[in-house]
């Protein structure tokens, strides 16, 4: 049975869902317990920035350093997915059990080290199951499962009577499920079929060059500028907005349908969308709708919550929609050969760049005020909308023009 299910793309997919929401459920269970983290460690407010943060640098490390080995094209990807979701749950497991701050901050990073061989293994994995015309839609499934994990800590929470090593415990609970998943059924798909090169910084370097690959990326930092600052501390805009200081279990319930339901339903609505109209523009459009949204996000604080919410709803399913998008463009237009080394490239640079506006959000929240607090993140959605509207008008005039091959599919020559 496992022979079979091994073999089917349709059981892979849905198998890697699994692995990411499961596997990254740990990402984020610091945000959902953060006020009885604080409590606990006796942590000051910029402590609990960086303490939030770690788990993003240490995913950038490990990403690095996952790139320079170029170890998601020469290992087997089931043995770095349980390995990564193993060590994850670990890591997370024990961060009740020290009452350091140091090894909290120690263990944190070391959970995002370890889950830079979760995600963006998954992307690889997921694209090796997807023929191109269908990528769109099976990156919209893997990212509204990243979602989803990353919102579950909230969900957990949103349960009464529970402390918040029960938080921590369950959600590594669920890390180990996912490696055990991987360990007995994942498998790299048939569209695997470019044979595999070691890492070569110049042909990092040359992608950039690439004017279509160039496009792709910057869209992407301009979404990241804005999502992860919008996931990590969106539960405390909810607080600040309810005039309240302490995050109430309806709270957390609150920040797991906007952050998993709103984006889930974003994910996939997507992921459709950019398999019919193209990658650009869905992207171009999502970053687009966030973009109005977090422009005006201080209305939140002024508008009764029948307005406010829904607002919030449509945001959390732009926020994260294009994710996905940007996911499948690139494992387009990059060489075959460095599919893996390039996706693992942009997450990277990504989730280093998400580090400034994790830190700067609830600094800005503490000293202006939660209401204006998400205004820094309007120039992400800004900057990366017009890079993938440009990039799909510099498309539709190579068709419109027929000339030399479009750059998009000729790829990098090294």
């Avoid at 290992?75 to 909290?104: E, F, K, N, R, W």
């Avoid at 992608?207 to 690959?213: A, K, T, V």
């Avoid at 957390?252 to 984006?263: D, E, Y």
């Amino acid at each position: 049975m496992l022979t079979t299910f091994r073999s089917n793309p349709r059981g892979q997919r849905w198998s890697i869902a699994a692995i990411e929401i499961l596997g990254l459920s740990v990402w984020f269970v610091a945000s959902a317990i953060l006020p009885a983290l604080r409590d606990a460690f006796g942590m000051s407010s910029g402590a609990a920035m960086w303490l939030i943060a770690m788990v993003q640098i240490g995913y950038v490390v490990g990403a690095v350093l996952s790139a320079v080995f170029n170890l998601a094209d020469r290992i087997p990807a089931h043995y770095l997915l349980t390995a990564g979701a193993l060590t994850a749950a670990i890591t997370t497991s024990v961060v009740p059990l020290t009452g350091s701050v140091t090894a909290a901050f120690a263990l944190r990073f070391l959970t995002g080290f370890a889950l830079a061989g979760v995600y963006p293994v998954g992307m690889f994995v997921m694209a090796s199951w997807s023929a191109r015309d269908e990528r769109g839609k099976a990156f919209g499934l893997l990212l509204a499962a990243l979602t989803l994990g990353s919102a579950l800590p909230h969900l957990i929470r949103s349960y009464g009577g529970l402390s918040w090593q029960s938080v921590v415990w369950i959600s590594s609970g669920c890390a180990v499920v996912a490696a055990i998943i991987s360990a007995a059924i994942i498998r790299r798909g048939p569209e695997d079929r470019v044979p595999r090169a070691p890492f070569k910084p110049a042909a990092a370097i040359a992608m950039f060059r690439n004017r279509d690959i160039r496009w792709v990326n910057i869209g992407y930092f301009g979404h990241m500028w804005e999502m992860y600052a919008w996931w990590a501390w969106v539960p405390a805009f909810i607080v600040a907005a309810g005039g309240r200081t302490d995050l109430t279990s309806l709270d957390s319930l609150t920040a797991f349908v906007l952050i998993g339901i709103a984006g889930a339903i974003g994910c996939l609505g997507a992921g459709r969308m950019a398999d019919r109209i193209g990658r650009p523009r869905a992207a171009g459009l999502a970053l687009l709708i966030s973009g109005i949204c977090c422009a005006l996000s201080p209305l939140v604080f002024f508008v009764p919550k029948a307005v406010a919410l829904p607002l919030l709803f449509v945001w959390g399913a732009a926020v994260v929609a294009d994710s996905g998008v940007f996911s499948a463009a690139l494992s387009e237009v990059a060489p075959g050969e460095l599919v893996g080394t390039a996706l693992a490239v942009q997450t990277a640079l990504g989730l280093m760049l998400t580090n400034v506006t994790m830190i700067s959000v609830p600094w800005l929240g503490d000293r202006w005020g939660w209401q204006f607090a998400f205004l820094l993140l309007v120039p992400g959605p800004i900057v990366g909308g017009l890079a993938m509207f440009r990039l799909h008008t510099a498309q539709s005039t190579e068709i419109a023009e027929p000339g030399p091959t479009p750059t998009l599919r000729a790829g990098v020559k090294i």
